[in-house]
């Protein structure tokens, strides 16, 4: 995680002249490129692409939030900032309670407080 937000903190810095360039949907995809890099290596057992990854994860990051928030404010009508804005937090974390359910679920059906294989799979 420090590597991850060192790296997006950064990136913050380079962003605008990228979404400048790119414009916002080409930099959200790019973001969303570095991001599935990131979890492919979840697959790999080596602990210097994962600390690489995670660099690039930052940066990922950086691109998608200032991109999401340029394009927001391209698509949305003056007056409708603040609700567009809102439904997104709210999906946002309506994602996190989808989440948060889903575990107690299947914590409860295994019974167990760890993931052995045969939950995973």
Do not use: Q
């Amino acid at each position: 995680m420090c590597i991850t937000y060192f790296s997006f903190t950064i990136a913050t810095f380079i962003t605008p002249p990228v979404v400048a360039y790119l414009t916002a949907k080409w930099t959200m995809f790019l973001a969303s490129v570095l991001y599935t890099i990131f979890m492919l290596t979840f697959m790999l057992v080596n602990s210097y692409i994962f600390y690489i990854t995670s660099a690039l994860m930052g940066i990922g990051s950086a691109f998608i939030w200032i991109g999401h928030g340029v394009y927001m404010k391209e698509i949305t009508t003056p007056g409708n900032e603040s609700r567009n804005s809102g439904l997104h937090w709210g999906i946002n974390f309506a994602g996190l309670i989808f989440g948060g359910i889903l575990l107690l679920v299947i914590f409860d059906k295994t019974g167990e407080a760890e993931m052995s294989m045969e939950v995973i799979r």
